[in-house]
Every structure is written in C-alpha cells, then in structure tokens.
C-alpha cells in the first residue's frame, strides 16, 4: 500500500508500473551470440597497449544495454571486447575510448576494485546455466575473481590471472591472459570449436550504472540463464591433471634470556631433545597433490600442511566477546571446490578444522550431479560456542586430543533450475590415550524450487546427535524454509523462518546456537518515476528471534531509499524493537529473572559517487538498546 500510494503522488502508478516489470519479464530473450574467438598468430604481450595484429582479426563486442539502476541506453563513448587463444591463454581485449566523464581506476590491492570502473567477463564454461566464473578487472589491470557454484559460489575464490591495462584521457585499454589451467572446461574432442555462456558488463561508478552484453535483468536469481553464447573456444586438452607440491618450512626460535641475555632455542617440538630433535623442530616438510578425475571432477590430498604463505587473517578487536568472529577461508586446500559443500543448513565452516595434521577432499560435478568429501584429523581443535542448556566439546574435551572430521555433501539437479540435496558430517575427539571425548553425526537435506523465473522456495532440515557417551546422545533438530521474490523493477519479497530445538548442534559449521526460534518477512517496491529521480523503494520488514527461555529480540519497522541521477542514493528508516534478556542465577546458572527494553529506532543515509576521486558516504541512526553487560537499557 505505501508503495502504490507513493507512485500515485509521483506521477507513476504502482499498478503501471508492475505491469510494465511483468512484461519486461515475460517477454522471451533471444540467445544473443558473440563473435568467434580468433586464433593468436603470433605472441600477445599483456601490456594493455592492444597493438598486436591479432587483436584486429577478432571481431569486437560492442552493443551493451544499461540495465542498472534502470534499463536504458548504450554507455557513453565506445566499448569493444575482443577475443583472442593460443595453446596457453585465453586473451581479453578491451578497449574503451571517447568517455566523456573522468576514469577511475586506482592502484588497489586485489579485489578491492569496487569503487573503479570495471568491465566484467562472466563465463559459463560447461553450458549448465549454474556454474562457472565471475572475474572483473579496472583500468589499471587490478583483479576480482569469484567461481560460481551450482547454487552457491565461492567469494573467496583467487585464482591466476595475467592482465595490463592503460588509463587514457578518454577511456582505457586492457590485455587478459586466462590461463586455461585456471579453468575447468569439458573434455576437448580433437579440434572441435566449444561453445561458452558469456556475460559482459561495465561498470561507470560516477553515473552510478551497469551496462551488459546481452541484455540483461537487475538481480536475476539465475544469472548464466542470461548468457549469450560465446562460439570457437579451443581450449587445449588435458594431461592426467596430476599436481604434485613438496615444499619444507624451516622454523627457529629463539629468546634471551632475562638474566644473562643470552639467546637460548625455543624447542618446538616437547616430545624431542638433543641434535636429533634440534633437525626436527626446525624442519617440517608437507606435501601437496591434486589429481583432476574428470574435467570437473578432482581429488585432493595434503600431509602436514603448512598455511604460513596464505594471507594473514584481518585482526579483529575483541570488544564483544557474546560474539564469535568469522573468518574466511584462505587456505588453498579447502578453498578450492568450497562451493561444492555449501548448503542451506551452514553445515561445513571449513576452519572449524584448525591444524590438520592431514587432509583428503574429492569435489566436482559431473552432468547433473555434484560431490563434495572431505575427511581431515586436526591437531589442535577449538573448544565449540555452546549454551547452558546443550553443552557442547569443552575446553577439557579438546586438550591434548585429536579431532577426526568428515563432511560429505551430493546433490543434484531438479525442477528446472533447482536442485535436491544431502549433507553428512561427523567429528569425533580423540585423546592422545585413544580414549573418545566426544562425537557429533548430523544429516542434512535441503531443496530449491524455482515456482517461476523469480520466485525461489527453499527447504532445509538437519538433524544432529551429539554427546561423549556412545549410548546416551543428544538429539535435536533444524528445520526452515525462505520463500524469495529476487527484488529488480517492482516487486521483492523475502519470507523465512527457522526453529532449533534445544538439543541442536552444528559443530563442524560456524555457530552453535540451539532452542530458538528466528523468522523474517519482508516486502519492498522498487518503481521508476518521471524525472531525475531513477528509481524509489519503500519497504516494511518484520524480523525477530525467540529463545525458549523467554529471551527475545523481535523488531518492525519500514524504509524508503531513493537514488537520483544514478550517483546519490538516500535512504530514511525507523521502526521498533522489544528486547528481553534472562538475569541468571550463578547458582542454577538459569535465568530467573527477565530484563525487558522497548527499543526504538531510525536513521538516514546518503552516498555519492563524484567525479574521478570522491567518493561520500554518511549515516546515523538513533536506537535504544540493551546494555547486556550491565543488562540494563541504554
């Protein structure tokens, strides 16, 4: 109602306005082609200058569409892709000249291009319409990759690339080299031509807009559906996939000592002493092995791994420690194929397994099936989050013992563009004596269904049996569902809901929480008025979690964001909240009494992209809170 009310005031009828959403919606798209990737006749030097002949024998791609924030037009000045292979490399030529607006493109660490101009290379490289690769670029060569999953992707996901780009007063110029060992692709049959799904787009921050090639929708649930097609891919055929990676790490520690200063060895290794254990706290040799089944099918194996080359993880101040931190998986082994063990229930957070002493994983996915195992023995297993009423392994439970783990996943395609799926896992804690501390075996399943082109019903229920006695375990359950409306022009709707019974544990996933209920529902209207103002979205939303015990956090509350001219969006919201929180008895260690706060909100926001080097983004928000260290309101 708040919708149609405020399109009446602009001038744009909320019913005209669905109508025309549903029509551009139902209106069939035919498959768009690119041209034919040319053959390299000579060497391609990836310094984003383009002046090898061969970039003239590839025909270029040039009809983009803006389709963000609103469709529209060609951009501005004149945008060619081209498309270049030899034996090694997958080429991508991108020249874009006669700009009328300042480039941006700074010299930034990898991935963090958000904020530059982009041109975006979507390939779907086996033609399923659900998996493949997202890699973007600036106009100085900075890189983003990201690998797509059947129905998750992989954010974390790095993989080589060799790129050159030149900024120009009127534009810029950039050289790709795909390494065709970065990809996985189907088995070559002699010199046959492949064809790929193809997406590109560009990305102009200053006008706040996103053009692509073909024709695309904003917030398309089914994103490769949309690919055009990308004819004469020749990619070079695969040897065994076999990758073998010895490597040694030497460590020495040493400290002074606090009387004489002089420097004494620290020994790594307790259980060792003399010369021969002085060569094995300094020495720790790994292994590595990767062996590709098929061509989108691997197996991985790692001895005594040592992660001490991935990048740091950021450093978190600890000022709320109610909280677990999350951290994003870096380590090669289980980053590659991480997509493949995703599930709607959260089952596997992959660095719930610390220091594993060593490690085996079989991932992929062959025709409408995919597969992810992963069995791994950690030296040094954290204690888990666990609540009074469902304990979880202690901190006595994991001291000095060993952790086994196994996660298997499969799942495979239905209704169209869904899919069905199960998930196992169990993790046992072991003593150094042998002795069993502690088990955990959870079954999952978890369904999605497409009911049209953007409505999504997703399913989930995970049971889990949890204890360190063999004969007296803990069951519980999880069971939710999320009805989806992906939000573009017009209507978005989200509606979940979950419940956790008291006995619940996730102890290979992130967080372990039990005895709770969470649902959510939310509705927003996104219309395109006469005028400089682009698009307007009013929305209410309704979100709450309820604890067994009575405590809760339960909130409603509405917003309306705007963005004007492509570059400034605002955005208002308010509402209110009832927060109650349970005063423990240190003696029962149960709440007996209820602390209970009204909790209202709101705020406004305002962000702008202007000109080649500012970027301005404000906020503030006014809300009454609960203090829960003093569990009082503020």
């Given at each position: 109602?708040?919708?149609?009310?405020l399109?009446?005031?602009?001038?744009?009828?909320?019913?005209?306005a669905?109508?025309?959403?549903?029509?551009?919606?139902?209106?069939?798209?035919?498959?768009?082609?690119?041209?034919?990737?040319?053959?390299?006749?000579?060497?391609?030097?990836?310094?984003?200058?383009?002046?090898?002949?061969?970039?003239?024998?590839?025909?270029?791609?040039?009809?983009f569409?803006?389709?963000?924030?609103?469709?529209g037009?060609?951009?501005?000045?004149?945008?060619?892709?081209?498309?270049?292979?030899?034996d090694?490399?997958?080429?991508?030529?991108?020249?874009?000249?006669?700009?009328d607006?300042?480039?941006?493109?700074?010299?930034s660490?990898?991935?963090?291009?958000?904020?530059?101009?982009q041109?975006?290379?979507?390939?779907d490289?086996?033609?399923?319409?659900?998996?493949?690769?997202?890699f973007?670029?600036?106009?100085?060569?900075?890189?983003?990759?990201?690998?797509?999953?059947?129905?998750?992707?992989?954010?974390?996901?790095?993989t080589?690339?060799?790129?050159?780009?030149?900024v120009h007063?009127?534009?810029?110029?950039?050289?790709?080299?795909?390494?065709?060992?970065s990809?996985?692709?189907?088995?070559?049959?002699?010199?046959?031509?492949?064809?790929?799904?193809?997406?590109?787009?560009?990305?102009?921050?200053?006008?706040?807009?996103?053009?692509?090639?073909?024709?695309?929708?904003?917030?398309?649930?089914?994103?490769?559906?949309q690919?055009?097609?990308?004819?004469?891919?020749?990619?070079?055929?695969?040897?065994?996939?076999?990758?073998?990676?010895?490597?040694?790490t030497?460590?020495?520690?040493?400290s002074?000592?606090?009387?004489?200063d002089?420097?004494?060895?620290?020994?790594?290794?307790?259980?060792?002493?003399?010369?021969?254990?002085?060569?094995?706290?300094?020495?720790?040799?790994?292994?590595?092995?990767?062996?590709?089944?098929?061509?989108?099918?691997?197996?991985?194996?790692?001895?005594?791994?040592?992660?001490?080359?991935?990048?740091?993880?950021?450093?978190?101040?600890?000022?709320?420690?109610?909280?677990?931190?999350?951290?994003?998986?870096?380590?090669?082994?289980?980053?590659?194929?991480?997509?493949?063990?995703?599930?709607?229930?959260?089952?596997?957070?992959?660095?719930?397994?610390?220091?594993?002493?060593?490690?085996?994983?079989?991932?992929?996915?062959?025709?409408?099936?995919?597969?992810?195992?992963?069995?791994?023995?950690?030296?040094?297993?954290?204690?888990?989050?666990?609540?009074?009423?469902?304990?979880g392994?202690?901190?006595?439970?994991?001291?000095?013992?060993?952790?086994?783990?196994?996660?298997?996943?499969?799942r495979?395609?239905?209704?169209?563009?869904?899919?069905?799926?199960?998930?196992?896992?169990?993790k046992?804690?072991?003593?150094?004596?042998?002795?069993?501390?502690?088990?955990?075996?959870?079954?999952g399943?978890?369904?999605?269904?497409?009911?049209?082109?953007?409505?999504?019903?997703?399913?989930?229920?995970?049971?889990?049996l949890?204890?360190?006695?063999?004969?007296?375990l803990?069951?519980?359950?999880?069971?939710?569902?999320?009805?989806?409306?992906?939000s573009g022009?017009?209507?978005?709707?989200?509606?979940?809901?979950?419940?956790?019974?008291?006995?619940f544990?996730?102890?290979?996933g992130?967080?372990?929480?039990?005895?709770?209920?969470?649902?959510?529902?939310?509705?927003?209207?996104t219309?395109?008025?006469?005028?400089?103002?682009?698009?307007?979205?009013?929305?209410?939303?309704?979100?709450?979690?309820?604890?067994?015990?009575?405590?809760?956090?339960?909130?409603?509350?509405?917003?309306?964001?705007?963005?004007?001219?492509?570059i400034?969006?605002?955005?208002?919201?308010?509402?209110?909240?009832r927060?109650?929180?349970?005063?423990?008895?240190?003696?029962?260690?149960?709440?007996?009494?209820?602390?209970?706060?009204?909790?209202?909100?709101?705020?406004?926001?305002?962000?702008?992209?202007?000109?080649?080097?500012?970027?301005?983004?404000?906020?503030?928000e006014?809300?009454?809170?609960?203090?829960?260290?003093?569990?009082?309101?503020?």
């Amino acid at each position: 109602m708040v919708a149609l009310l405020l399109a009446g005031l602009l001038g744009c009828p909320g019913a005209e306005a669905a109508e025309r959403a549903s029509r551009q919606e139902a209106v069939p798209q035919e498959r768009a082609r690119a041209p034919s990737v040319a053959d390299a006749t000579g060497p391609i030097t990836l310094d984003g200058v383009m002046d090898e002949p061969d970039w003239q024998l590839a025909e270029p791609v040039t009809d983009f569409v803006r389709f963000q924030p609103v469709a529209g037009d060609a951009p501005p000045g004149r945008t060619e892709v081209r498309f270049l292979q030899d034996d090694r490399f997958l080429y991508v030529g991108v020249r874009i000249t006669e700009a009328d607006y300042p480039i941006r493109a700074r010299i930034s660490r990898r991935e963090d291009i958000n904020a530059d101009d982009q041109v975006g290379i979507y390939l779907d490289t086996f033609r399923d319409e659900r998996t493949g690769y997202i890699f973007y670029f600036n106009g100085r060569g900075i890189q983003q990759d990201i690998r797509v999953g059947p129905g998750f992707s992989s954010f974390d996901w790095n993989t080589v690339l060799r790129t050159g780009g030149q900024v120009h007063e009127d534009g810029f110029t950039l050289e790709l080299g795909i390494p065709w060992r970065s990809l996985k692709y189907p088995k070559t049959d002699g010199d046959a031509a492949q064809t790929w799904g193809l997406i590109l787009t560009r990305k102009i921050p200053s006008e706040g807009a996103k053009y692509s090639f073909p024709v695309t929708q904003r917030n398309h649930p089914r994103l490769f559906t949309q690919a055009a097609e990308l004819p004469g891919v020749r990619p070079p055929p695969r040897g065994s996939g076999l990758e073998i990676t010895p490597s040694i790490t030497v460590i020495q520690q040493a400290s002074r000592h606090p009387e004489t200063d002089a420097l004494e060895w620290i020994d790594l290794n307790p259980q060792t002493d003399g010369a021969t254990g002085r060569w094995l706290r300094v020495i720790r040799p790994s292994l590595d092995t990767r062996l590709g089944i098929t061509p989108n099918m691997g197996l991985a194996a790692t001895i005594n791994p040592d992660f001490s080359q991935v990048d740091q993880d950021p450093t978190f101040i600890d000022l709320n420690q109610r909280f677990a931190f999350f951290y994003a998986e870096r380590r090669p082994f289980f980053l590659d194929g991480s997509e493949y063990f995703a599930d709607h229930n959260a089952t596997f957070y992959s660095r719930s397994i610390v220091d594993p002493l060593y490690g085996v994983k079989l991932s992929g996915r062959a025709g409408p099936w995919s597969v992810g195992a992963v069995h791994g023995l950690d030296r040094n297993p954290y204690a888990s989050v666990h609540e009074r009423e469902t304990p979880g392994f202690t901190e006595d439970d994991v001291a000095d013992a060993w952790a086994a783990t196994e996660v298997a996943r499969m799942r495979v395609d239905a209704f169209g563009e869904g899919f069905i799926g199960g998930t196992f896992a169990d993790k046992r804690i072991i003593g150094r004596d042998q002795t069993q501390r502690g088990s955990y075996t959870s079954l999952g399943a978890d369904a999605r269904v497409p009911l049209s082109e953007r409505w999504n019903l997703d399913l989930r229920n995970q049971q889990s049996l949890t204890g360190d006695d063999p004969k007296a375990l803990m069951w519980g359950q999880d069971v939710g569902f999320a009805l989806n409306r992906a939000s573009g022009i017009g209507w978005g709707t989200t509606l979940s809901a979950s419940d956790k019974t008291l006995g619940f544990r996730r102890e290979t996933g992130f967080l372990n929480q039990s005895g709770l209920t969470n649902f959510n529902a939310q509705v927003d209207y996104t219309f395109e008025p006469e005028g400089g103002i682009d698009t307007i979205t009013p929305s209410v939303q309704t979100s709450g979690q309820v604890e067994r015990n009575g405590e809760h956090q339960v909130w409603a509350g509405g917003s309306v964001g705007t963005r004007i001219n492509g570059i400034h969006y605002l955005e208002g919201w308010g509402g209110v909240g009832r927060l109650a929180e349970g005063i423990e008895n240190p003696e029962t260690g149960r709440s007996e009494a209820m602390v209970r706060v009204d909790a209202p909100y709101g705020g406004a926001s305002y962000g702008a992209e202007l000109g080649r080097v500012v970027a301005l983004s404000g906020w503030f928000e006014v809300q009454r809170v609960l203090d829960f260290a003093n569990l009082a309101p503020a």
